[in-house]
């Protein structure tokens, strides 16, 4: 049963506004309380600084540090992400002031159930990702994803990332001066352990870890020290979780082996890649058999669920918060998780009963399960804890490690032929430089230096393009560094023979010449075929830039136009008027007609209104006025028979009568033989 003990601080109001009723979690770092803003009339959670910690030379950098989990925080707005609301200083007390979430965390379900089935493992993992991609859009590596810092509301069972304290911006150098790593051994990295570098993927690599951790019940990697533990990380594959249960789908090997790639190239690149691939994989397995997500590994050998709550568990009602004894000096800050707690790491003690700091609690003789539910430690040499003389820290990690380097020789020979003895980092600031100054710089950090040339559009000829490996990456102490070095803008010739050739050809032709054809325009052309060049942007045989468009003008051909009327014009005047218009004309043979006068246009092909092209040929009939026919031969008839005969073949008749046309007797007629229907024809009657 955990001691209660008195704390000065619950029933103060702080900074005037924040009312603090219970404490929920004490860490290395601070304090978390339940509180009240006043103002808001809200439940919140309140962070407090250990005020220990703000004393000294080294006061500054945990100030600094606590402020940055402020603002880190504060940058993102995500549902899944444990909001920070407020920070400031009350007299000696640093606080910051977050989203209080009543419920639990996922290392206390791991506890209870052991493991998880499929379908809740990739639920969690999903909501994980989803708040760490808002993260990583912003540009911020959370840097210890662990079952601690995922918190499980008691409402929903929804999922909140908390405790962004060592979020860094993913362009800063995220190596110390001192070479401390900072992290949980059990989630770290490989790059992280032997550089100290991270950047996204060492999240999706602990989130890797995570998804191991639901599926099977343990950590990939165990050891019985920590250097253990970190030595698998490096050299060593996390297993498939299908070895534990062989009913595991395949698509769940190839998704974790994808999260924990020792190279981060083999990661996804952020975590906003690994869910698009988590879900691609969920999509395929509830294809395959829906019953699957409902399956659970068995728990480990020698699990045991708790029978009942612990006197410091987190489910206790929320206005009797659990009173945690203190943590070790070199932990960091517990986990703000509405009522949980974290368990306390086993710690080595001198002979006088003091903490033996960061080195000896890191190399002690504490189980891996102990590393696992211990928070955020540091690891690496001179990590030096807050309370102790400088002096003694110093000697006590001196001693540490050449004990756990030194001990037997294997551990010496690892360290400088295989561990981070054997490696540094590729000096940074290298592209760009001109490459005697990149080799001037690597000879200073006594790394080799081999060159090859590539083209680049926007480095200088004969600056850095690339490292291999990159910048900050680790690379052996006596390694080499592979230098790429600029050409310049590659300049390419156009080709000959654009213009004439196809549309199609020509760009082919810009293609084989490394070059890309630009947006090509149309213009119309009497005399060049449609699809054919007319003109390109760029001289045949000129020296261009690889990445210069070459526009191409393409011929459409003769332009289009729209046939007129021409119907009942004059002959003269129907010709000119589609001459004008760039058309042809041709003439089929006069036709006789009773309708339209000789010499102008009876019909037209294409009609009126027709689309057509400049060029194309419009025929034209022209009227050959009406029709020839024969006359009648009415001489000797009466008037009235001989007027039907002529009217009856289509001709006018004229009478002239002599003595009134005393015998009514055609005598004469003017026109005989053949002529035009139609016309008149006199006739002489007496």
Not at 133 to 138: I, L, V
Not at 445 to 466: F, K, N, R
Not at 654 to 670: A, I, P, S, W
Request: contains cysteine; glycine residues 10%; charged residues 20%.
């Amino acid at each position: 049963m955990a001691m209660v003990t008195t704390d000065p601080l619950i029933g103060r109001l702080v900074d005037g506004r924040y009312e603090i009723r219970a404490r929920i979690a004490r860490g290395g770092m601070a304090t978390v309380y339940l509180a009240l803003d006043r103002r808001l009339e809200r439940e919140v959670a309140l962070k407090v600084m250990h005020p220990h910690l703000a004393e000294g030379v080294e006061g500054a950098a945990f100030v600094s540090r606590f402020r940055r989990e402020a603002r880190a925080a504060a940058r993102l707005t995500h549902p899944g992400v444990v909001a920070v609301y407020d920070q400031g200083l009350d007299g000696d007390t640093s606080y910051l002031t977050m989203e209080y979430v009543p419920g639990s965390n996922l290392r206390r379900e791991l506890r209870t159930t052991g493991t998880l089935t499929l379908g809740r493992t990739l639920d969690v993992l999903a909501q994980v990702l989803g708040a760490l991609a808002a993260a990583h859009r912003k540009g911020l590596v959370h840097r210890d994803v662990k079952p601690e810092n995922v918190l499980i509301t008691a409402d929903d069972g929804r999922v909140k990332v908390a405790d962004f304290g060592l979020a860094r911006a993913v362009t800063e150098v995220t190596t110390t001066a001192t070479g401390t790593i900072l992290g949980t051994i059990g989630y770290l990295a490989p790059e992280v352990i032997a550089t100290g570098a991270c950047d996204a993927r060492t999240d999706v690599y602990a989130v890797g870890v995570l998804a191991y951790e639901m599926l099977t019940g343990t950590l990939p990697h165990d050891g019985s020290t920590p250097i253990q533990v970190a030595f698998q990380h490096v050299h060593a594959d996390v297993p498939a979780p299908s070895t534990h249960a062989d009913w595991l789908p395949a698509q769940v090997d190839e998704l974790v082996a994808g999260f924990t790639a020792r190279d981060p190239g083999g990661r996804p690149l952020d975590a906003g890649a690994a869910l698009e691939a988590l879900r691609r994989v969920r999509l395929t397995l509830e294809a395959i058999s829906p019953d699957l997500l409902e399956r659970r590994a068995d728990p480990p050998a020698g699990f045991v669920p708790p029978s009942e709550p612990a006197a410091d568990d987190a489910d206790q009602a929320d206005d009797a918060p659990p009173e945690d004894d203190d943590d070790a000096g070199d932990e960091l800050d517990a986990i703000p998780a509405g009522a949980f707690t974290v368990a306390a790491p086993a710690t080595t003690t001198t002979t006088a009963g003091q903490d033996a700091g960061p080195l000896s609690t890191w190399f002690g003789d504490n189980a891996t399960e102990q590393l696992v539910e211990r928070p955020t430690v540091a690891v690496a040499a001179g990590a030096p804890a807050a309370r102790r003389p400088r002096g003694r820290r110093v000697l006590g990690s001196v001693l540490t490690v050449l004990l756990v380097l030194g001990g037997g020789g294997s551990g010496t020979w690892w360290w400088f032929a295989e561990g981070p003895g054997a490696w540094t980092a590729v000096p940074a600031g290298l592209q760009g430089l001109p490459l005697a100054d990149a080799q001037e710089r690597l000879a200073t950090a006594q790394l080799d230096a081999s060159t090859e040339q590539a083209h680049h559009d926007d480095v200088p000829a004969g600056a850095v393009v690339a490292t291999e490996p990159g910048e900050g990456e680790r690379v052996r102490k006596d390694g080499t560094v592979r230098l790429v070095v600029s050409l310049g803008v590659l300049m390419v010739t156009v080709p000959d023979g654009l213009v004439g050739a196809s549309e199609q050809d020509a760009t082919q032709a810009l293609q084989d010449a490394g070059l890309e054809a630009g947006r090509s325009t149309q213009e119309y052309s009497d005399t060049v075929p449609a699809g054919q060049v007319l003109a390109a942007s760029q001289e045949p045989g000129a020296e261009v830039p690889h990445d210069t468009p070459i526009a191409l003008v393409v011929s459409g051909g003769p332009a289009p136009v729209t046939v007129p009327q021409q119907v009942g014009r004059d002959r003269e005047e129907a010709q000119a008027a589609l001459e004008e218009l760039g058309l042809q004309v041709r003439f089929t043979p006069d036709e006789a007609s009773e309708t339209v006068p000789a010499g102008q246009v009876i019909r037209q092909s294409p009609e009126n209104g027709t689309r057509a092209h400049r060029l194309d040929t419009v025929m034209l009939t022209v009227s050959d006025g009406p029709p020839v026919v024969a006359v009648p031969d009415v001489v000797g008839q009466r008037s009235a028979d001989a007027r039907t005969a002529l009217q009856e073949a289509g001709f006018q008749v004229k009478e002239n009568k002599y003595l009134g046309g005393l015998l009514d007797t055609v005598r004469f007629q003017d026109t005989q033989g053949e002529a035009q229907k139609g016309s008149t024809v006199t006739l002489t009657i007496w």
